[in-house]
Nanobody, 125 residues
Framework: EVQLVESGGGLVQAGGSLRLSCAAS????????IGWFRQAPGKEREGVSC????????DYADSVKGRFTISTDNAKNTVFLQIHSLKPEDTAIYYC??????????????????WGQGTQVTVSS
C-alpha cells in the first residue's frame, strides 16, 4: 500500500523557518518524482516544488524560489521541504504526492497518483 505521511507543520511567526517531511512507503522510492503542493483557504491547490528521486533534479514555483529547498534522505525514503523567511501568505496545508511521469508538468495535480493527508503551516504576522 502506497503511503505518504507529511509532518513538520506548525504555527510560526513571519520570518521564521520550518522543515516539512514526507515519509514514503509501499513503493520503490527511487523510481518516482515527489512533489510538494499547498492549498490555502479558499484557493486552489498549487505546486511549490518537486524532486526526482533517481537523479536529484528539482524545480520550484517562481513564488517560492530562493526561500524553499527540497531534498531527500533516500535511505529513509523521505523528502524534505525546508522553508525560510516564512510569510503570512505561505499559510496553507502542505501536501506531498507521488508522480510516476517524467516531471515535465510537475505542477499539474493530474500528474500525481497518491497524496498524503497534509500538514498545516500557519504563519502569523
Amino acid at each position: 500500500e502506497v503511503q505518504l505521511v507529511e509532518s513538520g507543520g506548525g504555527l510560526v511567526q513571519a520570518g521564521g523557518s520550518l522543515r516539512l517531511s514526507c515519509a514514503a512507503s509501499g513503493f520503490t522510492f527511487g523510481r518516482y518524482i515527489i512533489g510538494w503542493f499547498r492549498q490555502a483557504p479558499g484557493k486552489e491547490r498549487e505546486g511549490v516544488s518537486c524532486i526526482s528521486i533517481s537523479d536529484g533534479r528539482s524545480d520550484y514555483a517562481d513564488s517560492v524560489k530562493g526561500r524553499f529547498t527540497i531534498s531527500t534522505d533516500n535511505a529513509k525514503n523521505t523528502v524534505f521541504l525546508q522553508i525560510h523567511s516564512l510569510k503570512p501568505e505561505d499559510t496553507a496545508i502542505y501536501y506531498c504526492a507521488q508522480n510516476a511521469q517524467d516531471g515535465t508538468n510537475w505542477y499539474s495535480l493530474g500528474e500525481y497518483d497518491y497524496w498524503g493527508q497534509g500538514t498545516q503551516v500557519t504563519v502569523s504576522s
